[in-house]
């Protein structure tokens, strides 16, 4: 029968653990609020805190990326130049048609192995063996993205952009296709009378076609928004740790021989707070859009418009 | 004969070139006590964490720890993520043909029910395990009723909320859980899988063989036992 030992947690750490407050040096002493404020300050807590931020600065890069790439797929697929409109709409078709989770689990490894490749063509162009040996992929160490000498913090940003970079192309695509509904949405007779005016088809499309186009984007681009800032735990299957990870490795029960703030299953306490912390950040971002609705709205013939 | 000579050459060049990369990128799961798991403050810890930093160091080699989850570990490695797999693979046939193992640094480890009582018929009833794992692959090959999940810590609650009759697991894992809320470890034990070993890519057989050498040193010496007796991951050779 295996025997434990319960006096201190076995660890071949070689960190100082991180203590917060001067009370939490022996956690096995304390109880009830002191040993909850000891217990939400360890560092792997911390990390629970760190990828709140993670999460948000996410959210902030890859909004307006996505944005960029619908904007870019919705005037190509909108062009009089037959090529560049079949780029745009096979573009909207193939990213909305494939299911996300395959292109979040593929690309990110395909595009990680296509910037490899191209720094190996370029740096190691003296190398003999194929890239792929059997099931590897071998690049030369040079060409390797991040270098294998690169701190592990440089991994985790590389990691965090290529998750950027594929956020950003999948919802481009379903905000290229909201963008090219709303681009046609603008009445017809808003163009005649710029064309009748004399503007070219650049300035008619950046001064009156673009800006009246944002009401009618509004409802999509914000439903497209709402789902971006639930879909950020996929960012787990691109290797991130975001909360929902740290919420599901923080839940586990946790034993006295591997810790020194043993709990059971606490899975459900985590996920409540991650509900609150959703629920919370969709709601605001609802009063937000609703305030921005209100003002494209001025002066538009439609049903809720002032006109 | 001229033109063997120089490709000769050039190749002993790259391989030393090879060899000069000193930073070898450990990959392993973190939710697996007492083989690895992520401690209170946040770093990777555990039997494997000491094993790989004692083999890092006695094969001259600058270790650097990563964490992956479990179902794309193997798909990572191959990508040229990480160098290593250490994360309480076993060595089976099917997962050799993608990769290669080292020597096993652990005799197989017998595996485990644990069950909410003693009189649990798990041939019979509906077993919880890891998906992708050794115990999943054994219930599947009985043809007994398997239900599998992403993480271990879910196949044990499997078992707490009712969803599951029984867990097979490493009894290693399993024996902290035993005891407790009313879960029982049955007398019954399996043993699969043939010791647990770490994973390098196909390509790096340099890579392998010095890992070899520094696990066989630690079998040698006697101080491979002494951690697993430590940390209770297994029987000692």
Redesign the interface.
Do not use: Y
């Given at each position: 029968m295996v025997t434990y030992r319960t006096v201190r947690a076995v660890s071949a750490a070689r960190m100082p653990a991180l203590i917060m407050f001067a009370h939490c040096t022996d956690p096995a002493a304390l109880s009830g609020l002191s040993w909850l404020s000891c217990y939400l300050t360890t560092g792997k807590h911390m990390n629970l805190y760190v990828s709140v931020v993670v999460v948000l600065v996410l959210l902030a890069i890859t909004a307006p990326a996505a944005l960029a790439f619908g904007f870019g797929g919705a005037t190509a697929a909108r062009s009089n130049f037959p090529p560049l409109r079949w780029l745009g709409q096979s573009y909207i078709a193939v990213v909305r048609g494939v299911p996300d989770i395959a292109f979040f689990l593929f690309f990110v490894i395909a595009l990680d192995q296509a910037f490899e490749y191209l720094r190996h063509r370029v740096k190691c162009s003296d190398w003999t063996e194929p890239v792929r040996q059997g099931n590897d992929f071998i690049v030369c160490q040079a060409a390797k993205l991040p270098l294998s000498t690169s701190p592990q913090w440089v991994h985790e940003v590389y990691g965090f952009f290529l998750a950027v970079l594929t956020f950003a192309i999948v919802f481009g695509a379903f905000a290229a296709n909201v963008l090219f509904g709303a681009m046609r949405a603008v009445p017809h007779g808003q163009l005649e009378t710029a064309e009748a005016y004399g503007m070219n088809r650049r300035q008619t499309f950046w001064r009156v076609l673009v800006p009246q186009m944002w009401l009618y984007a509004l409802p999509g681009l914000s439903n497209l928004w709402m789902i971006l800032i639930k879909a950020t735990p996929l960012l787990f299957l691109l290797g991130v740790e975001d909360i929902v990870y740290w919420a599901r490795e923080l839940g586990q029960t946790a034993n006295a021989r591997f810790t020194e703030y043993p709990h059971g299953d606490w899975r459900l306490w985590y996920f409540s707070a991650l509900l609150v912390f959703y629920l919370g950040f969709t709601r605001v971002s609802e009063i937000a859009f609703d305030r921005l609705n209100r003002r494209l709205l001025k002066g538009q013939a439609t049903m809720g418009g002032s006109s | 004969m001229k033109k063997l000579l120089i490709a000769t050459t050039a190749l002993a060049f790259?391989a030393g070139?090879?060899m000069a990369?000193?930073?070898?990128?450990m990959g392993t799961e973190?939710?697996y006590?007492?083989w690895n798991?992520?401690?209170?403050?946040?770093?990777v810890?555990?039997f494997e964490?000491?094993l790989g930093?004692e083999l890092c160091a006695r094969a001259n080699l600058n270790c650097?720890?990563?964490?992956?989850?479990w179902d794309?570990i193997i798909?990572?490695l191959?990508?040229?993520?990480y160098?290593t797999i250490i994360a309480g693979m076993s060595v089976t046939d099917e997962r050799d043909e993608?990769?290669d193992f080292t020597q096993a640094y652990t005799p197989p480890d017998p595996s485990s029910f644990l069950a909410a009582s003693a009189d649990v018929d798990v041939e019979n009833g509906v077993v919880a395990a890891q998906t992708a794992t050794i115990q999943a692959a054994f219930i599947a090959e009985k043809g007994w009723k398997l239900v599998e999940f992403a993480?271990p810590?879910e196949t044990?609650?499997a078992v707490?909320n009712g969803e599951a009759d029984a867990v097979l697991a490493d009894t290693s894992y399993l024996?902290?859980?035993a005891d407790e809320?009313g879960l029982v470890m049955l007398e019954r034990t399996e043993m699969i899988g043939g010791g647990v070993g770490m994973g390098i890519?196909?390509?790096?057989g340099d890579l392998r063989a010095r890992f070899d050498a520094a696990i066989q040193s630690m079998k040698d010496d006697g101080t491979l036992n002494a951690m697993i007796m430590?940390?209770?991951v297994a029987s000692t050779w």
């Open positions: - | 790259s070139l090879a990369q000193d930073v070898v990128r973190g939710a006590p007492p798991f992520i401690n209170d403050n946040g770093d810890d555990g964490r000491e930093d650097e720890w990563v964490t992956n989850d794309s798909p990572n191959v990508s040229g993520n160098d993608v990769i993480t810590e044990v609650a707490r024996a902290p859980f809320d890519r196909e390509s790096d430590k940390w209770e």
